[in-house]
């Protein structure tokens, strides 16, 4: 006996709705895996208050007294132009030099310098120079003591806020095996990485045969 016809509407917009819903979790979650995550690992803790003076084509502004944390690929700076301009950070760390190049962007402050990371803290030394003047520079104003202490060609110009950051080599999502293997370590001796695949597909396999439930009330 068929179900009558309000009943089977009912039960196909269930089914519409639920399809619906699994569909937009889908999407933002497949969103979500495929992006990249950046770690901060710390700072010099400088707020950044006041522009300091600009920075001009022929000159450098070094920051002295960083102190690099293990593993950390990145320095960010505070850094904005009208237009997004080249910046170039020489790096003076661990015996060797490297050069890098970053963007000072417009709108907003921001820049950030990747660099090769080392495996523990290291000191270092870091100077930009630009090929057009960069107006702004956020810091602090000269005085006191502490980690980025900065220098306009040797002159003392304040301090610089500086961040340290873990810049990702690939996405969320190609991660997910080192987590599973991870989140497996201090479970029970049969969990294994593979066990969260399995769930996984288990509870996919669950969801559609209770959507198949659903979709047959209404036949």
């Not at 016809?5 to 979500?32: I, K």
């Not at 006041?50 to 593993?71: E, K």
Request: hydrophobic share 45%.
């Amino acid at each position: 006996m068929s179900a009558p016809e309000g009943r089977a509407y009912s039960a196909r917009a269930g089914g519409v709705a639920v399809g619906a819903v699994a569909v937009v979790f889908v999407l933002l979650a497949g969103g979500w895996l495929l992006r990249t995550h950046v770690r901060y690992l710390g700072s010099n803790s400088v707020a950044p208050r006041l522009p300091l003076p600009a920075l001009t084509p022929g000159h450098r502004l070094c920051i002295r007294d960083l102190v690099l944390p293990a593993h950390a690929n990145a320095i960010r700076l505070q850094l904005q132009a009208p237009a997004p301009l080249p910046v170039t950070m020489r790096v003076s760390a661990g015996g060797r030099t490297q050069v890098t190049t970053g963007h000072a962007p417009a709108g907003h402050p921001g820049g950030v310098f990747p660099i090769a990371p080392f495996d523990r803290d290291t000191p270092a030394t870091a100077c930009i120079t630009v090929r057009q003047t960069l107006p702004s520079i956020a810091g602090m104003p000269p005085g006191g003591s502490g980690e980025g202490q900065a220098y306009y060609d040797k002159a003392p110009s304040g301090r610089l806020a500086v961040a340290y950051l873990r810049l990702p080599a690939r996405s969320l999502l190609s991660a997910l095996p080192a987590g599973a293997r991870h989140a497996a370590l201090f479970r029970a001796g049969f969990v294994r990485a593979w066990t969260y695949a399995l769930i996984a597909l288990l509870v996919l396999a669950a969801w559609v045969a209770g959507l198949r439930l659903v979709l047959r009330e209404g036949e």
